[in-house]
């Protein structure tokens, strides 16, 4: 399962991808992200891992990744394994003016083992769009970025 989301925020492109690349930053703006620890930091970024654990209805998960790409300011790319699903998150930030970004998520799901025989039924779900969670994410991104950015 694939899904897209592009949004536009007022600020420049450097300051948009600290959201990104902070992990304090990263916290504040993903939903129910409980703990973001790297475990090892390539000087080019690129093979740097890191483990995440989300807190879902109660329960925790755990997502182990690696940033698979990296070009700052511009691109960032990470995979992330788990025992339901794995995630391929890539953001594309294009400064559209010296104050003004497009950043643009391309996220494929895929889910592991018994899991995968819910692929229809989740395609469905994310087809009534009914808590788009990606969009809220975004808008909440969207507010502090421009927030930090007119706070200076």
Known sequence: MRTSKTTIIDAPADIVFLWLDDDERLRRWVPNIVEDE??????????????????ERGRKMELLGEITAYSENERMRVYMSGDMFNLDV????????????QLRQTT???LNGAFKLLTPLMLFLSKLGGSDAQAKAHAKLKQ????EFREG
């Not at 090892?40 to 483990?51: A, L, M, N, Y």
């Not at 890539?90 to 970004?101: F, G, H, N, V, W």
């Not at 502090?144 to 927030?147: I, M, R």
């Open 38 to 55: 790297t475990l090892v930091e390539t000087p080019e970024k690129v093979g740097s891992t890191f483990r995440q654990t989300f807190l």
């Open 90 to 101: 890539d953001y594309a930030l294009k400064a559209l003016s010296p104050e003004q970004t």
């Open 144 to 147: 502090l970025v421009e927030a």
């Open 108 to 110: 494929a799901i895929t």
